[in-house]
């Protein structure tokens, strides 16, 4: 399912506290107890919730991130207008890391009118998306390819990132705590991000509003090692302090 804007906003304010009530939620949202809960049974079929009795938590726990497929859908307009903001501060002619993730390849798709790109992934959806701009070189790592998410994994696609070094590494993440840890879920995804990291000159972070105070169980970085942060809302505290202290530059993309 794609969430209506209220559905969209239900969801966020569950990732803020993690559990809501269903009365709370219709407070919030000024809408009947029957609204709030046909809503929270349609976000439950979809994955994007798990009910209990007389209200709703997160799906996922810190150990395993939400189906590819769901996340696709989630905040889609909002990793749109990200993906159209990092293309324009792309360079024609620059050479880029590019890891997983559904905001990754919204990226993807904005660079298709680019031209002289050379692009190293170690997505296979990305790969596939960049494959239509003939004036893109696209380069792929090896390694073992999850069946969930197209994305390459291990040892092998780390060696092959560790070959190059490049103008711009683009990555998202699953969640970016208050202690200023960007974290994800598979540690072995996060070794080959971290080689991005270790390969670019820059790192640009792509994440929009839901990935603020949402939980992962693997530290990929700290956010005093990004230059850009690419989101569709200014962040709640304390992240602005974080990022002003780091000197990473804050780009909100909103509507």
């Not at 209990?52 to 989630?74: C, D, K, M, W, Y």
């Not at 974290?183 to 790192?203: G, L």
């Amino acid at each position: 399912m794609t969430p209506n804007p209220r559905q969209s906003e239900l969801l966020d304010a569950v990732r803020t506290h993690g559990v809501a009530t269903v009365e709370a939620l219709a407070d919030r949202f000024g809408v009947t107890l029957q609204t709030v809960r046909r809503d929270v049974k349609l976000l439950a079929e979809a994955g994007l919730l798990a009910r209990f009795h007389g209200g709703v938590r997160l799906p996922s726990s810190t150990t395993e991130n939400i189906a590819h497929r769901q996340r696709e859908s989630l905040n889609a307009d909002a990793k749109k207008r990200i993906a159209k903001a990092v293309a324009a501060r792309v360079p024609n002619g620059c050479s880029i890391l590019i890891n997983l993730g559904t905001t990754t390849e919204a990226v993807a798709r904005a660079l298709l009118h680019h031209k002289g790109l050379r692009v190293i992934t170690n997505n296979l959806n990305v790969a596939a998306i960049l494959a239509d701009n003939v004036d893109c070189e696209v380069i792929v790592a090896g390694g073992v390819v999850r069946n969930r998410d197209r994305g390459i994994v291990g040892e092998a696609a780390v060696d092959f990132i560790r070959q190059f070094r490049v103008d711009i590494g683009l990555i998202g993440i699953s969640g970016i705590e208050a202690d200023g840890s960007l974290r994800d879920f598979d540690y072995r995804e996060v070794k080959v991000s971290r080689a991005i990291i270790e390969q670019s000159r820059e790192i640009w972070l792509a994440a929009d509003h839901s990935k603020f105070n949402r939980p992962a169980m693997v530290e990929l970085a700290r956010v005093d090692q990004l230059d850009l942060l690419f989101t569709d809302q200014t962040p709640p505290p304390p992240f602005p302090a974080l990022l002003a202290e780091a000197g990473v530059q804050l780009e909100c993309v909103q509507p």
